[in-house]
């Protein structure tokens, strides 16, 4: 059974940093390419970031618009973790953060709540 666990989530003030991290058991997590997704309060589901194996074991991240340059995935396939670090935080980052494998988020982790606010 795959089971994905976030935590990291806080609350900070704007142009704040903060990492989150996803511990993934009950499959090969290196064989796996991983996303965050995010939930904003009253909104769907939004792809946020991946990292995508080029099958050569190095991977390639990825970005939607809205946090390139202030995010950064990356994943420790010996740990089975999956992180964001997220700086230069903003009010509209405040979402319920999930890891899954797919960019939908089918199959996600129960979240980890941030809120961006001063």
């Given at each position: 059974?795959?089971?994905?666990?976030?935590?990291?989530?806080?609350?900070?003030?704007?142009?704040?940093?903060?990492?989150?991290?996803?511990?993934g058991?009950?499959f090969?997590?290196?064989?796996?390419?991983?996303?965050?997704?995010?939930?904003?309060?009253?909104?769907?589901?939004e792809?946020?970031?991946?990292?995508?194996?080029?099958?050569?074991?190095?991977y390639?991240?990825?970005y939607?618009?809205?946090?390139k340059?202030?995010?950064?995935?990356?994943?420790?396939?010996?740990?089975?973790?999956?992180?964001l670090?997220?700086?230069?935080?903003?009010?509209?980052?405040?979402?319920?953060?999930?890891?899954?494998t797919?960019?939908?988020g089918?199959?996600?982790?129960?979240g980890?709540?941030?809120?961006?606010?001063s």
């Open positions: 059974e795959v089971q994905l666990m976030e935590s990291g989530g806080d609350w900070v003030q704007p142009g704040e940093t903060l990492t989150l991290s996803c511990l058991s009950g090969t997590f290196s064989s796996v390419d991983m996303n965050w997704v995010r939930q904003a309060p009253g909104k769907g589901l792809w946020v970031s991946g990292i995508i194996s080029d099958g050569r074991w190095t390639r991240p990825t939607a618009d809205s946090v340059g202030r995010f950064t995935i990356s994943r420790d396939s010996a740990r089975n973790t999956l992180y670090e997220m700086r230069q935080l903003r009010p509209s980052d405040t979402a319920v953060y999930y890891c899954a797919d960019r939908l089918t199959v996600r982790g129960q980890t709540q941030v809120t961006v606010s």
